[in-house]
């Protein structure tokens, strides 16, 4: 019922800017935060940003600065806007809704987007 498409992905140089967006479909409520993981070859998934129904933002400490997440409350999207990045930032990323009552949560995911940085 629920589907993330994410949009955006490729191949860049080092120094260059991506930007990746979130498109969502089916009944979606209770939302508690949007936000953008990502996992690179032989390593763990990680997040990478997120914002919360309040409009918090939370970064991963190496992309502050260079990245930034926003939304759209009303199509319920949400991007990335990706700049200077580096070869480290290769990784499949994927989107994630989290929605959730006082008791339960539950996670949404896209089926990921691949960013090749090369150098």
């Known amino acids: 019922q629920v589907q993330l498409v994410e949009s955006g992905g490729g191949l860049v140089q080092a120094g260059g800017s991506l930007r990746l967006s979130c498109a969502t479909s089916?009944?979606?409520?209770?939302?508690?935060?949007m936000g953008w993981y990502r996992r690179a070859p032989g390593k763990q998934r990680e997040l990478v940003a997120a914002?919360?129904?309040?409009?918090?933002?939370n970064y991963a400490d190496s992309v502050k600065g260079r990245f930034t997440i926003s939304r759209d409350n009303a199509k319920i999207t949400v991007s990335l806007q990706m700049n200077s990045l580096k070869p480290e930032d290769t990784a499949v990323y994927y989107c994630?809704?989290?929605?959730?009552?006082?008791?339960?949560?539950?996670?949404?995911w896209g089926q990921g987007t691949q960013v090749t940085v090369s150098s």
């Open positions: 994630n809704i989290r929605v959730g009552y006082a008791n339960w949560y539950n996670d949404y």
């Open positions: 089916g009944s979606i409520f209770s939302i508690n935060a």
């Open positions: 914002i919360t129904n309040t409009g918090n933002t």
